[in-house]
Nanobody, 126 residues
Framework: VQLQASGGGLVQAGGSLRLSCAAS????????MGWFRQAPGKEREFVAA????????TYTDSVKGRFTISRDNAKNTVYLQMNSLKPEDTAVYYC????????????????????WGQGTLVTVSS
């Protein structure tokens, strides 16, 4: 499956962005999906994940209550709504797909994901 992330940009602290991850090649509903981010000089870190059915989600603590992951399997697209953005959210954001069983949420480790998008840059100014 090929993944294309978009929606990044420059936003002031407190603002919002919605990232999209469009899939092609295979049906997205076959995969659990996740968002990761990588800031300059830092390792890639988990942000959020969603099960194939949208029934379950997980978030890293630093984004809970501010970010929401969702998916539209009919559109083969996953979203990350980011509100109340902070300068420390500045990073390249990547979407990823993992082969998971139907009810399961993908894990938080990058090695658990099978396909990756190219990344979209989010810059939050103070």
């Amino acid at each position: 499956v090929q993944l294309q992330a978009s929606g990044g940009g420059l936003v002031q602290a407190g603002g919002s962005l919605r990232l999209s991850c469009a899939a092609s090649g295979r049906t997205l509903s076959n995969y659990g999906m996740g968002w990761f981010r990588q800031a300059p000089g830092k390792e890639r870190e988990f942000v959020a994940a969603i099960s194939r059915s949208s029934g379950s989600t997980t978030y890293t603590d630093s984004v809970k209550g501010r970010f929401t992951i969702s998916r539209d399997n009919a559109k083969n697209t996953v979203y990350l709504q980011m509100n109340s953005l902070k300068p420390e959210d500045t990073a390249v954001y990547y979407c990823a797909a993992a082969r998971t069983n139907w009810p399961a949420v993908p894990g938080i480790r990058p090695v658990e994901y099978d396909y990756w998008g190219q990344g979209t840059l989010v810059t939050v100014s103070s």
